[in-house]
């Protein structure tokens, strides 16, 4: 099933894909769904982050095909970097060049403290694209990853969620740059799994309803300039759009 | 003027500290701050966290009294580790020793871009103080600042916001543990100003209303454990006190 958020007069709602239209539901969070009554068609609606998250989390050293020189470390993104579909992403311009990464991102939809591989998916909500926008020079200055990660609408993250995601941690991902492929891989070539992921973040920090992680990059890293078209493609989610500015 | 957060059957609102009253207002980022007409007594009313920061920032690097050695670091705090005054810090056990650290902690008020030294504070509605628990022996191996700073209750702020502070820049802290005095500095002896880290924090990230800065330690840590009631105390605005269990 796919989530997505939409905005309304009366304020942003979610709503499930149901044939050609959005139907409206009350919580997202609630089991089972319910369903308002009201829709609006799919066709020319335009969606926001399919989630408001009050928690980011970044994965570090988990950006290479299954290589791991480091162990895995945490961070959080500014929730302020958040951004819908379509947004443009406001490059940064004199700190050095600017990517775009695209990533697998886990949307947790019950309080997940110290999950366990067998357990981790059963906090999850379902699964969305991000991209994780990057000054990459202020890396290796950066070892906090705050400088190379803090910028206007540098987290887009949809178009939706996908609830009933076949296999996690074998998601193909394709980034193209203005319509050309840059980059092929997919979750199967992180260095360390999803639930992994899971199961370490929550070793450490309680996650909430509505919280991101950002699984990490496997080569799906792409340098962009302003008037760049981003597609990031999720196999068995869908296609996250963005420009550059 | 002081401001406190206070939960009444309503929910959460702010007040002013007004004789032996709280007297509640509408926004607290708006100017002139309105009043409701209502109020409750200062004695025996319980205070929340004065405010609802979406972002959290921590300052590596500041820890030492004027020293410097390496280039000042932002990082992210989980919003979910903010607890209340008076809330039980819950110590984890078996990842080595807890820290206690006392700061002074910035409230910004309207947005904040790109900030200079000369109207840095422009942009800040006050002061509180705020005590950035950390899991001090994973620092070593924990350069994003995660497992070192997550955890229930981690982050106490409070007890109220004082928005006439006379010179953040001098703001003497004392901490003591068990009533015991365990550490005396102040904001004096941070390698880098109050000013000069909302400089380059908001280089890289705009800040909007109710995020907090935490500025740094300045020799203000000390090692805690169960049972231990912590005091700390900034010149000019008060004392946040929290147990550990």
Do not use: C
Request: aromatic share 6%; hydrophobic share 40%; net charge negative.
């Amino acid at each position: 099933m796919r989530i997505a958020r939409i905005l309304t007069p009366t304020g942003p709602q979610h709503a499930v894909a149901d044939g050609d239209s959005w139907a409206f539901i009350e919580d997202v969070f609630a089991t089972p769904l319910v369903r308002t009554g009201e829709a609006v068609p799919i066709e020319g609606t335009a969606l926001l982050a399919p989630v408001q998250p009050r928690d980011i989390l970044g994965l570090g050293h988990n950006l290479t095909n299954n290589d791991h020189p480091l162990p895995m470390q945490a961070w959080h993104k500014s929730v302020h970097t958040l951004a819908n579909p379509g947004d443009a992403i406001v490059a940064r311009r004199g700190v050095g060049t600017v990517n775009i990464e695209g990533e697998l991102a886990v949307v947790i939809g019950t309080r997940a403290e110290a999950l366990t591989l067998e357990n981790a998916f059963d906090a999850v909500l379902g699964f969305t694209i991000v991209n994780d926008v990057t000054n990459v020079d202020q890396v290796p200055i950066d070892e906090k990853s705050f400088q190379s990660k803090g910028g206007e609408n540098y987290t887009p993250l949809g178009p939706w969620i996908e609830t009933e995601l076949a296999d996690p941690e074998n998601v193909s991902t394709t980034v193209e740059i203005n319509g050309e492929v840059r980059a092929e891989s997919g979750s199967f070539n992180l260095p360390s799994s999803v639930a992994a992921t899971l199961v370490y973040v929550t070793q450490w920090l309680t996650l909430y309803p509505g919280d991101v992680v950002m699984t990490g990059a496997p080569n799906t890293f792409v340098a962009v300039n302003p008037g760049d078209r981003v597609d990031i493609t999720l196999a068995g989610i869908g296609t996250l759009t963005n420009t550059v500015v």
